[in-house]
């Protein structure tokens, strides 16, 4: 499914996200369990390749989880309760309120924002919940830190389109016409090893349109760096990024 307020940035790289992308802590899932008004259905919205759909699915009876992509759906983590389906935000083809709880994970900064919080309006059940979830820059353990930071805020900083800084300032400056639910801030926590990392990285969107303007990939040179100073490849190292959820009450 297409339209003029679907920016593609990732069909190109379904497969590299559906593997390098990092997991959600079940701490999230808990928070987010908590403020649902029930447990029946929740709605992921831009659920990419199912990363927080699979999680959501322990918890809630049906997931319905849908993507503009349909290179992302294709490649999404099959998993019982979960319904994936190639569909806009901004129209989710369920019918009036009908779920407990609509969750946008990295994704909410490529919506249209007053369309999409219309329909959330007309799907909630009464006191359903919307939560706008996003994970900012990533740190590495130790020294390595420098040229993760150098890479992105300098190396590919031109690239990034320019909704990528609601993330670096945790969806703070977003639109949000709801009565707010204070969820804490958390942290993802991965161990990985040098290949996972840079696969991680080359799903970025800022280093794929790096790689047209420049003809070579940016990241094979921070893999370099970054490889005298790692050790064995295979080592497993500690990488964090700081999670933020936005949630609110659809209905007061």
Known sequence: ????????????????????????????????????????????????????????????????????????????????????????????????????????????????????????????????????????????????DRHLHDFYYQAIAPYWPAERRHVETGYRDLPFPFTPIEVPPQVIEMRWTLPQLVGYLNTWSAVKAAQRALGVNPVDALAKALGEEWGDPATRRLVTWPLTIRAGRLHD
Not at 26 to 52: F, N
Not at 80 to 89: C, H, N, S
């Open 1 to 144: 499914m297409t339209s003029a307020t679907f920016k593609d940035h990732f069909s190109s790289g379904s497969a590299g996200y559906a593997a390098y992308r990092p997991s959600y802590p079940l701490e999230l899932i808990d928070e987010l369990t908590s403020i649902s008004p029930g447990t029946g259905r929740v709605l992921d919205c831009g659920c990419g390749t199912g990363q927080l759909s699979v999680l959501l699915a322990e918890r809630f009876d049906e997931v319905i989880a849908t993507d503009a992509s349909a290179a992302q759906i294709a490649a999404a983590e099959p998993r019982e309760g979960v319904v994936y389906r190639t569909a806009l935000a901004e129209d989710s083809g369920l019918a009036d309120a009908s779920v407990d709880l609509i969750t946008v994970a990295q994704a909410a900064h490529w919506l249209d924002l007053d369309k999409f919080y219309a329909e959330a309006r007309r799907i909630a059940r009464p006191q359903a919940a919307v939560a706008l979830i996003t994970y900012g820059v990533l740190h590495l353990e130790g020294g390595l």
